[in-house]
Nanobody
Framework: QVQLVESGGGLVQAGGSLRLSCAASGRPFSNYGVGWFRQAPGKEREFVGSVIRSGDLTSLADSVKGRFTISRDNAKNTVYLQMNSLKPEDTAVYYC???????????????????WGQGTQVTVSS
């Protein structure tokens, strides 16, 4: 089992940047693929991006491509979501999630993730 804690959220002006961190404890983080999701008020949770165990393959939603990047440091048991050129529509609670069932495939469906963090709020003002 693994426990996930997100951090790095906050209030930022449009065009600004934030870096979210997803820190893991428990089993080694290198055993898990990790995804980032977000949920805005009144909307469904949506996929933002994911990274496989090794960090060699990532996938990003079309809405964030070119602005967000995902990376991981397994030695630090941490996955990062670098968010640049933020827009008001990026405002949401951001969650990280972990999956132990697949090694080389990026996972985009929330239902396929086993473990979730508590979320961190990102607010982008116009």
């Amino acid at each position: 089992q693994v426990q996930l804690v997100e951090s790095g959220g906050g209030l930022v002006q449009a065009g600004g940047s934030l870096r979210l961190s997803c820190a893991a404890s428990g089993r080694p983080f290198s055993n898990y693929g990790v995804g980032w999701f977000r949920q805005a008020p009144g909307k469904e949770r949506e996929f933002v991006g994911s990274v496989i165990r090794s960090g060699d393959l990532t996938s990003l939603a079309d809405s964030v491509k070119g602005r967000f990047t995902i990376s991981r440091d397994n030695a630090k048991n941490t996955v990062y979501l670098q968010m640049n050129s933020l827009k008001p529509e990026d405002t949401a609670v951001y969650y990280c999630a972990a999956d132990s069932s697949r090694t080389f495939i990026v996972i985009k469906k929330a239902s396929q993730y086993e473990y979730w963090g508590q979320g961190t709020q990102v607010t982008v003002s116009s």
